[in-house]
């Protein structure tokens, strides 16, 4: 059981990119109770938090993000987005997305972001 992701590809540095992920249908009904969060891991590094946001609309970014992205869920359509702007060769990585709720968790496939200088 995964969680799709989508959006992701080759920018050159300050682009943008909108990444979308929808929920496997096994959690739709419960969907507003998870937490959902974009993770990352480029090559040789740990996988880290870029956002995460709460049922109510709470988020939390990585320090990094500096106010160039902007994390978003409709609970109606089972959907997390990741709006990204400003983007650096330093965002390159692949992006995971996160359902977590208590001990569960569900991740997505990855989506390759790369970013050019």
């Known amino acids: 059981v995964q969680l799709q992701a989508s959006g992701g590809g080759l920018v050159q540095a300050g682009g943008s990119l909108r990444l979308s992920c929808v929920a496997p249908?096994?959690?739709?009904?419960?969907?507003?109770?998870?937490?959902m969060a974009w993770y990352r891991q480029a090559p040789g590094k740990q996988r880290e938090l870029v956002a995460s946001?709460?049922?109510?609309?709470?988020?939390n970014y990585g320090d990094f993000v500096k106010d160039r992205f902007t994390i978003s869920r409709d609970n109606s359509r089972k959907t997390v987005r990741l709006q990204m702007t400003g983007l650096k060769p330093d965002d390159t990585a692949v992006y995971y997305c996160?359902?977590?709720?208590?001990?569960?968790?569900?991740w997505g496939q990855g989506t390759q972001v790369t970013v050019s200088s």
């Open positions: 996160n359902a977590e709720r208590g001990t569960t968790a569900f």
């Open positions: 249908r096994t959690i739709f009904s419960e969907f507003i109770t998870y937490v």
């Open positions: 946001i709460t049922r109510d609309g709470i988020r």
